[in-house]
């Protein structure tokens, strides 16, 4: 950067910095050392030189307009024949961040990308009031259905899952390392200075039976605490508070070393989660998708859960994130405020850092009976074919204390006028008139303990009597959320959905009592959709 341009941008810089604290003026004053320490950072990192950095003219910032955001391509779940695919098996998901991430994108009025709409993360961003589970099971499971909203040839069935609670103050022992990125790309506001003022709230809720280190990562890393009590509250936010932004992102290699250190201070019958917070920006050593995949794969029968934390605008790597957490046995966040980042980290700790089910999969089988047809909403990265249901080697989504995931299939019963192929397999003419029994199709939910091997079945029949006329509450919020996911990624399923759709549906909640549903209703109002 030019350095009469640098100086002019000196007070603002300073005065912007100040108000995006980390855990207190001291992270404001550090972000802004780096950024003059490493003149916005290296020009490779950015898709602009290092003259476009931020410039301060006319008692403005000028902020550059460059967008490098990468997501993994979504090929929608089409409809299904039940004679030729009676089985719809899935992994569950309690990932959140393309939620957080769309409200991001829709604020600052920027142009969604189809595949940043999960809509499986959109739904599973809210509370549902389902039951509690029963004695001795770790969820409970709801199923509904109604009317389609959108198709007036299919109805809609969902399927709900509540996974059961626990008294914070009684939780296990956790063994945390925090690990994040400090590298050139998150020297901004809304990435280090954020990361920070997360981890601080979280360090708020640690106790003497915690344990807490810091790996940081960027050109190589580098181990700033280890194995602090979680009641040294001001010896953590001091190494939080240090952290500076600057050179290359050696991802892979902090990665390593936060594993080493988890299970350096393991704690048996205890949580040990490595919590991961970048832009997703990898640059050095392994980067590729499939890399990531076998590094986490290999590190994660240790014991050890990895969760990531995804922060920033215009350079996040969503796919890069998602697939450390997917196959990392953790969850996904995107913390685009310290109001989320309260939301995720202290309202629900137990959800985000608490697993109660591991590798928990999902198996519908549909009775030819009375449902012809089926499609499933969303978790289109979460398929799994139907001999991976039983297969204990194969891995799936893990369920937090508290947490609900809720999943909504279009069906189409033989009343529909919609139509579908018939099977042209040899044996399945006798199966293909299924039995009437009065149930369209069984849930089938495989699980296992938190430190188990072995997973347990669980089904659940749904009934004829499980349609309603009027949607429950739980179910019309759902299926707002799907709607407007529907709309957002202009999907061929849409069907007569549209803004004002969403809207009705949601106006008919009492949402009173639940902030993040109010602001659901205002997200859509803003977004610009017809």
């Known amino acids: 950067m030019k350095q009469n341009t640098m100086l002019k941008a000196m007070p603002l810089a300073f005065a912007a910095m100040m108000t995006l604290t980390g855990c207190g003026a001291d992270s404001a004053a550090t972000m802004f050392d780096a950024t003059m320490k490493n003149d916005c950072a290296p020009a490779a990192e ?125 939780r296990k022992p956790m063994n945390l390392v925090f690990l994040i990125d400090v590298s050139g790309s998150m020297y901004s506001a809304d990435k280090l200075p954020l990361v920070q003022k997360a981890f601080c709230m979280l360090t708020e809720e640690l106790n003497e039976n915690d344990r807490v280190s810091i790996v940081t990562y960027a050109g190589a890393d580098r181990v700033e605490l280890e194995g602090a009590a979680g009641n040294e509250g001001i010896r953590i936010r001091e190494a939080i508070e240090m952290l500076e932004a600057g050179g290359s992102t050696a991802g892979a290699a902090g990665i390593n070393t936060a594993y080493d250190i988890a299970q350096k201070y393991f704690i048996e019958g205890g949580n040990n989660r490595i919590i991961l917070a970048t832009d997703g920006d990898l640059n050095v050593g392994i980067t590729s998708e499939a890399e990531l995949k076998k590094l986490v794969e290999k590190q994660r029968k240790k014991g050890v859960f990895l969760s990531v934390l995804g922060f920033g605008t215009g350079n996040i790597k969503d796919n890069k994130m998602e697939t450390l957490a997917d196959n990392g046995n953790g969850n996904y966040a995107y913390i685009d405020s310290e109001n989320e980042a309260k939301r995720v980290l202290v309202e629900e700790m137990g959800g985000t850092l608490e697993t109660v089910a591991k590798d928990v999969k999902f198996q519908v089988e549909f009775n030819p009976a009375y449902i012809k047809g089926y499609r499933l909403i969303g978790y289109e990265n979460r398929m799994l074919s139907a001999e991976d249901f039983a297969d204990d080697t194969k891995d799936a989504g893990e369920i937090g204390a508290g947490h609900t995931v809720t999943a909504l299939y279009e069906i189409a019963d033989l009343n529909s006028t919609m139509e579908f192929a018939a099977s042209d397999l040899k044996y399945s003419e006798g199966a293909a008139s299924g039995t009437e029994n009065g149930e369209y199709c069984t849930v089938s939910v495989r699980y296992k303990e938190p430190d188990g091997d072995e997973s347990t079945l669980l089904t659940y029949p749904v009934a004829e009597s499980a349609y309603r006329q009027v949607m429950s509450d739980n179910m019309r919020f759902a299926s707002a959320v799907a709607a407007f996911g529907l709309v957002l990624r202009d999907s061929e399923y849409k069907g007569t959905a549209t803004k004002d759709t969403v809207l009705g549906m949601v106006t008919e909640n009492d949402t009173a009592n639940d902030q993040y549903k109010q602001e659901f209703v205002e997200l859509v109002k803003a977004a610009q959709i017809s």
């Open 46 to 170: 950015y898709s602009m030189g290092a003259d476009e950095c931020y410039e301060a003219e006319a008692g403005s910032w000028d902020v550059p307009d460059f967008n490098t955001e990468e997501y993994s391509a979504i090929t929608e779940n089409s409809f299904q024949s039940v004679t030729a695919n009676p089985l719809s098996t899935f992994s569950a998901d309690v990932d959140t961040a393309s939620y957080s991430n769309l409200r991001r994108i829709i604020r600052d009025g920027g142009s969604i990308p189809q595949d940043a709409v999960r809509i499986e993360e959109m739904i599973n961003y809210f509370h549902y009031n389902y039951p509690e589970p029963q004695a001795g099971e770790p969820f409970s499971v709801t199923t509904e259905i109604a009317e389609c909203p959108w198709n007036p040839d299919t109805k809609l069935m969902m399927v709900g899952m509540k996974a059961k609670d626990i008294d914070m103050q009684e």
